[in-house]
């Protein structure tokens, strides 16, 4: 039973206990329903109180029946608070730490509140793409008032209980506790004083008015419009919350009730939906045990204090972890200091940072020139040049200094983990942490799996990704390890069009307005499109029959590297970022066209965003079968947190799966018809053209 049912005196106590947070799966619901009959027959009690167990009133519905049969099953979270509505004997919840979603739905259906401080009140389903469906749109407002309510429920924020006590008029809480320890006695005598008032009094029947009501709700929809963008549910709760304002309550409830399933299918919620599971299944690595012992993360060391050196040591200092800085020469540490300190002075200077933070974290950054200096470091992350044999000399330096059990991980691009792990005697200690730039702010960390790395020295990275706040997925040695491979393919797919007719600011409006934060050629501007050129120079070698445009060559030719030189793509005004598109570029194109033979022709924005998000569905579907992701989710994480994806599209697996696998199977097979395309590129890959025989999707 995960609702525990005790008698104090007269009163009866529900306690929620289903850790972590008390979700209200169907074993608590069950539990609810039971001890307000239980209570309601003894006529030795004469009130109830419902309380949380350990850290939390409750979080709302259980993640663990997501989308399962139990979620809906009877008593559901609606027939549960009309249960507490209908008791014959007052119901007082007595709510801590968190009372959020669902596990704010039901205190607001009993007849009393009490909230210890510092307890987080939230209806955070907008955050998944979904309305409080519940009664949270019909109550909150008559509980709390209709403006501080559409707030929390358009924002999904959560918000300290001590705050929303302040609110004048608010009817949300009948009393605040003196303290988290005192709650329950509180709540106790609180039921007592109440236990004989009658008629017991409910939320349902308090007014929802708004002094300028039309208006009112006229400018939050102005509001939500601009910040929703792409999502339907912000809209959706001012909706909601007003129909809280002029319809009878139970008619409210079934407008609520009607958005709240709606939403539920549409493909942004799915989405949504979707980031939340996957974002817990990529810190689960399959064959890793949870309780997999982890060695103690004290003190990190980082070699090179270049654009990636400063902002990984970033990281660990933000997050209270001291770093010693290698260089190989002081010049290089006194430039890699001078910019994090400019890093940190700019957060200081818009307010994001205190001056006394920044103090202590610069004050746990020291630097060396002397690899002795490292040997006690638990962990030490390599950000030297990109190449072998300088990685080799730091590797075999570091497998001599480092003390027995330290993890020496490197931030290599593109090379070969297993190699840069030979160069050591403990190939079990060596891993890949590929971190995007700018290091401080991506989400992104990739976890690159060497053949030899030990489980334990996994289990560890993966829980330093989670103290400095980095979404860590976990990729096997491949080149471009998942994200860099798969966008290797976009950026030929953006160079293919170019060559058929489109110009870059085409291609990239196109793809923008899909929802991508930025297209292939403003990215390639903001990257610098020499670091592509020196990867195609190595492809040219390697992969001698791979089929690219020349266009990208060209540019770099002339020295347009991008933002950095001034120009690339596009033109730039001395030190302005506004991209402005290039009539030198275009005729650079033409020209290259006319040499090839092509004749350019008009191409969609839809056959545009086909040919790039198609080709990272497709390069992703051969990683996943050769094992290099663990499961489609982890690659759309990799694309929503390090790609600028757009979020209301799930990634692009969640997006092929929403097309339909079939569709996406169709259309590649008529890009492979394109004598100008790479026709062996797009055959379906194997594991795409099962799924599509099984009727089956990516994401399950
Ligand atoms: P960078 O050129 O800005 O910095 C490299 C630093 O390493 C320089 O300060 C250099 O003095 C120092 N260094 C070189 N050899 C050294 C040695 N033997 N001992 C100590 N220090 C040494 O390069 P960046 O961009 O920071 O790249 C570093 C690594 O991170 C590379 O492996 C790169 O592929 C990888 N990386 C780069 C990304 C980027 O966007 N720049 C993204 C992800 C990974």
């Known amino acids: ?379 030490v992350i390599e950000a030297v040049f990109e190449e072998m044999g300088v990685k080799e000399a730091v590797f075999k330096k570091l497998d001599e200094v480092m003390k027995p059990g330290a993890i020496l991980a490197s931030n290599t691009s593109t090379l070969d983990v297993n190699k840069i792990a030979s160069f050591t005697k403990r190939p079990q200690d060596v891993v890949g942490l590929h971190f995007f730039s700018p290091a401080n702010v991506m989400k992104l960390l990739e976890v690159v799996r060497g053949a030899k790395t030990a489980k334990d020295v996994l289990a560890t990275v993966m829980s330093v990704a989670k103290t400095i706040k980095k979404t860590a997925v976990v990729s096997g040695v491949c080149d471009g390890f998942i994200g860099n491979r798969m966008i290797e393919q976009y950026s030929r797919q953006a160079g293919f069009l170019l060559e058929e007719g489109c110009t870059p600011a085409q291609v990239d409006k196109a793809i923008e307005k899909f929802g991508f934060a930025m297209g292939p050629f403003r990215m390639g501007d903001l990257a610098g499109n020499d670091i592509g050129w020196a990867i195609r120079k190595r492809r040219y070698q390697e992969k001698p029959g791979m089929k690219y445009s020349k266009t990208a060559d060209l540019l770099c030719e002339l020295g347009r590297f991008g933002q950095k030189t001034g120009a690339g793509w596009y033109d730039y005004k001395p030190g302005k970022r506004d991209a402005i598109p290039s009539q030198l570029v275009v005729d650079m194109v033409e020209k290259h066209r006319k040499e090839m033979g092509i004749t350019p022709r008009k191409i969609s924005d839809e056959e545009i965003v086909q040919r790039l998000v198609y080709s990272l569905v497709n390069e992703a579907a051969h990683i996943l079968e050769e094992g290099i992701a663990s499961r489609a989710s982890d690659i759309d994480m990799v694309y929503l947190t390090g790609y600028g994806f757009p979020i209301h599209r799930g990634g692009p697996m969640q997006y092929a799966d929403t097309v339909g696998l079939f569709n996406v199977a169709q259309s590649m097979k008529r890009f492979a018809q394109n004598p100008l395309d790479d026709a062996q590129f797009w055959q379906p890959a194997p594991l795409l053209a099962r799924l599509v025989a099984e009727g089956k999707t990516f994401n399950g």
């Not at 689960?284 to 270049?306: C, F, L, M, N, Q």
């Open 1 to 379: 039973m995960s609702a525990e049912y005790q008698v104090h005196g007269d009163v009866a106590v529900i306690t929620l206990n289903n850790p972590p947070v008390n979700g209200l799966g169907y074993d608590t619901r069950k539990g609810i329903t039971d001890g307000l009959e239980r209570a309601n027959a003894d006529a030795a009690i004469k009130a109830i109180v419902i309380t949380g167990a350990g850290k939390a009133f409750s979080g709302g519905a259980d993640i663990k029946e997501f989308g399962t049969p139990k979620a809906l099953q009877e008593p559901n979270l609606l027939s549960v608070i009309l249960a507490v509505e209908n008791s014959a004997k007052p119901v007082v919840a007595a709510m801590h730490t968190i009372a959020m979603g669902g596990g704010l739905e039901l205190p607001l259906g009993c007849h009393y509140r009490i909230a210890a401080p510092g307890c987080k009140i939230a209806l955070p389903e907008v955050k998944l793409g979904l309305i409080p469906g519940a009664g949270g749109t019909q109550r909150l407002p008559r509980a709390l008032g209709v403006e501080p309510a559409l707030n929390m429920i358009v924002s999904g924020e959560p918000v300290p209980s001590e705050m929303l006590a302040m609110v004048p008029g608010q009817k949300l809480f009948d009393k605040m506790a003196k303290s988290a320890e005192t709650l329950l006695d509180e709540a106790l005598a609180l039921a007592r004083e109440k236990a004989d008032i009658r008629p017991l009094p409910l939320v349902r029947n308090l007014p929802a008015k708004h002094p300028q009501g039309d208006a009112y709700f006229q400018f939050a929809r102005n509001m939500v419009k601009g910040m929703a963008k792409n999502f339907p549910a912000p809209a959706k709760c001012v909706d909601a919350v007003e129909a809280a304002t002029k319809k009878k309550f139970d008619d409210g409830m079934v407008f609520e009730r009607e958005i709240f399933i709606n939403l539920m299918w549409t493909p942004e919620c799915r989405a949504l939906r979707h980031l939340f599971a996957a974002e817990r299944a990529a810190s689960k690595i399959p064959d890793v045990p949870e309780d997999t012992p982890k060695r103690e993360i004290k003190s990190v060391a980082v070699i090179g204090a270049g654009t990636m050196g400063g902002g990984i040591t970033m990281n660990f200092l933000n997050a209270g972890i001291p770093v010693k800085m290698l260089e190989m020469k002081q010049e290089a540490l006194d430039r890699g200091i001078a910019t994090i300190r400019k890093n940190y002075e700019a957060q200081v200077g818009k307010g994001k940072l205190k001056q006394d933070k920044y103090e202590q974290r610069m004050a746990l950054l020291s630097t060396t020139l002397n690899y002795d200096d490292l040997k006690d470091a638990d962990l």
